[in-house]
């Protein structure tokens, strides 16, 4: 018998962390690494939101532990958050605190699915969604868009998708790892797609204010679809908050109940100064935040430029958040040396290994044939990192 449970070995590793692990370990020998593997925003958190955590520190109230499902001043702060910026109806018995939005993904699916439940995923999809899925038993079905429809997949799709087993569809918008944004009349076509179903809706939008279309669209801001929607969202990406680790979300009070109670077994209430931070950034102006979302706009424009200058790379604009994810499988079956390209994983490690730039593969995403890039990075590292990667690509044969 072995120590390790099955249901761990099952689990991949996240890729992200992976290559950024692999990339640190080369940093340590020395190799000058330019990391655009993790999304992680650059910038520093801002100087209000520092200053409410000091002031949470030095007020000596919040040193026990908080409450389970968050701090009920925050939980109302979130709620109205909700209510006013995305429409959605909510109050604070529907918000949940948790670790980081990864710990709301996690409580939900843990709280939602049965064994062999299907969960539709929009695909390409964030790394951690189909093993979350697996590890609360369930099974991911992957609904794929294409490059010509900005990775988007449509609501036909859907519809041919679900079966009597679908328990639930996740998506994220923007979208990690394409940068796509659903506009509100997709939205709206996939929503009518699941009328007459009990198919609950889990709404990733962590990167709400990374939106370069102008508009921003929650599903669960549809009055048909109030009661079936699951929102998930964070300070991480628009606060520049990632070490922070709160996420949140605006449930039905049944799913909210359930989130509470299986947080309140793994890890009880969020970092309470971490809180009383996330307070101060969802209360406060967002002129850091537009100003941050202005930066990555500009990146996304020179990066764009720079990529589509790039042999063989299939390259479309994203439209939110700071990634792009070209189509890379022209490069499969090239090869320098001893070394072979086949398949996306072989091309980030030859890029990482060459051109000691990190990416991430699209395997670990849903689509093997591209890999992603993250331009949360100075303008002198992006233009540097791609000149490498061009550089190392013209070495394949």
């Given at each position: ?87 959605i109806p909510s109050q604070a018995a ?13 409580n939900i699916f843990m709280s939602i ?171 406060s102006d967002l002129a850091p935040t ?108």
């Amino acid at each position: 018998m072995g120590l390790i449970s099955q249901r761990l070995e099952a689990m991949e590793e996240s890729a992200t962390i992976a290559m950024a692990q692999k990339a640190r370990e080369l940093k340590s020998q020395g190799v000058d690494v330019i990391s655009l593997s993790l999304g992680e925003p650059d910038f520093k958190t801002p100087d209000h939101i520092q200053k409410a955590a000091k002031e949470a520190i030095d007020s000596g109230k919040y040193f026990g532990y908080p409450p389970v499902p968050g701090y009920p001043d925050l939980r109302e702060a979130i709620a109205k958050k909700f209510t006013e910026e995305n429409s959605i109806p909510s109050q604070a018995a529907n918000v949940v605190v948790s670790t980081g939005a990864k710990q709301s993904l996690a409580n939900i699916f843990m709280s939602i699915i049965n064994p062999r439940d299907e969960v539709i995923v929009l695909s390409p999809y964030w790394v951690s969604y189909a093993d979350l899925i697996q590890v609360a038993e369930g099974k991911p079905v992957l609904v794929k868009g294409t490059i010509e429809n900005d990775f988007k997949a449509t609501a036909a799709q859907v519809a041919a998708a679900i079966t009597p087993k679908t328990k639930a569809l996740i998506y994220s918008s923007p979208c990690n790892p394409t940068g796509s944004v659903f506009t509100h009349e997709e939205l709206k076509a996939i929503a009518d797609v699941l009328q007459g179903n009990d198919i609950v809706v889990i709404a990733d939008e962590i990167y709400e204010h990374i939106n370069f279309t102008g508009k921003h669209v929650s599903m669960g801001s549809f009055p048909e679809m109030k009661d079936r929607v699951i929102t998930v969202n964070g300070v991480a990406k628009g606060f520049a908050m990632t070490g922070w680790r709160i996420g949140y979300i605006s449930a039905p009070l049944t799913i909210a109940k359930a989130c509470s109670k299986i947080q309140g077994q793994f890890t009880s209430g969020a970092n309470s100064i971490a809180q009383r931070a996330t307070l101060a950034a969802i209360t406060s102006d967002l002129a850091p935040t537009r100003k941050m979302a202005t930066e990555y706009l500009k990146r996304r424009a020179l990066v764009h430029d720079l990529l589509v200058e790039i042999p063989g790379f299939k390259v479309n604009m994203p439209t939110g958040a700071f990634y792009f994810f070209p189509e890379v499988s022209s490069y499969y079956g090239t090869s320098v040396g001893d070394y072979k390209i086949n398949n996306a994983s072989d091309l980030c490690m030859y890029l990482l290994n060459e051109a000691h730039v990190s990416l991430v593969t699209g395997e670990a995403f849903g689509s093997p044939e591209c890999i992603r890039l993250s331009y949360a990075a100075s303008e002198s590292d992006l233009k540097e990192a791609i000149s490498r990667i061009k550089s190392a690509l013209e070495k394949l044969s």
